[in-house]
């Protein structure tokens, strides 16, 4: 079965330091990954995905992730981050081949202050 | 475009009462998922319907039902409410029911048990 484990409940950082937000996947079969953010009384808006290709994705805002297959890993990255950035952050997979169920970890919160 | 629209926002139900929620999907959008967000929990999956067809289930009590209309319009029904079914409820569409195809996510639908 699919599960998805995100390694930070919270993640406190300064304005324009780096950030790199943990997820590791646990799967038997082909996943496709995900990560979505969720802004205070929001649904959750796509960052980005992971399909098939290049291991490094980048999404928006300047967020970008690595697939990284041995470890089961697909940490979120970036190199500077604004205020506006603080949100909860959850990183999604799907077994491929299946229907569109995402399983999503528990989140991490991401507070940035000056 | 308009986005996915969730209606009502907020709901506050007695106990034993029943409720439906109601989700407008992207224009061309012909699957509609469901799910339930709790701060113990997390997010987790409900349903999912594409075609008025509902192709996936999650582990959830019978209590929660829901429904696709002809113009994928989708509701969701939770019968006999209970203090723990207060959660947010977020409705997703994408343009097809693959794996691998971007979810949408409404602002979601609180509802309050009491």
């Known amino acids: 079965a699919q599960s998805v484990t995100q390694l930070d409940s919270q993640v406190p950082v300064f304005e324009e330091a780096p950030v790199e937000l943990r997820c590791n996947y646990s799967?038997?079969?082909?996943?496709?990954l995900f990560w979505y953010v969720q802004y205070p009384n929001q649904g959750l808006q796509l960052l980005l995905k992971?399909?098939?290709?290049?291991?490094l994705v980048k999404g928006i805002n300047g967020f970008e992730a690595e697939f990284n297959k041995s470890q089961t890993s697909f940490h979120l990255r970036k190199p500077s981050v604004h205020i506006s950035d603080t949100a909860e952050y959850f990183c999604?997979?799907?077994?491929?081949?299946?229907?569109?169920?995402?399983?999503f970890g528990t989140g991490t919160r991401l507070q940035v202050t000056l | 475009k308009a986005g996915v629209t969730q209606t009502p926002r907020y709901l506050i139900k007695t106990r034993g009462q029943q409720v439906t929620l109601s989700c407008s999907p992207i224009?061309?959008?012909?699957?509609v998922s469901w799910y339930q967000q709790t701060p113990g929990q997390g997010l987790q999956f409900l349903f999912e319907?594409?075609?008025?067809?509902?192709?996936n289930k999650g582990n959830f009590p019978g209590r929660f039902s829901g429904r696709q209309f002809s113009n994928s319009r989708s509701e969701m029904n939770v019968s006999t409410l209970e203090l723990g079914d207060s959660a947010l409820y977020l409705c997703?569409?994408?343009?097809?029911?693959?794996?691998?195809?971007?979810?949408?996510f409404g602002q979601g639908t609180r509802l309050t048990v009491v």
């Open positions: 997703a569409s994408s343009f097809e029911a693959g794996a691998g195809t971007e979810a949408f």
């Open positions: 224009s061309g959008h012909r699957s």
């Open positions: 319907y594409f075609s008025e067809t509902q192709r």
């Open positions: 992971y399909l098939s290709g290049s291991t």
């Open positions: 999604a997979g799907v077994n491929t081949g299946t229907a569109s169920k995402l399983t």
């Open positions: 799967s038997s079969v082909s996943v496709y």
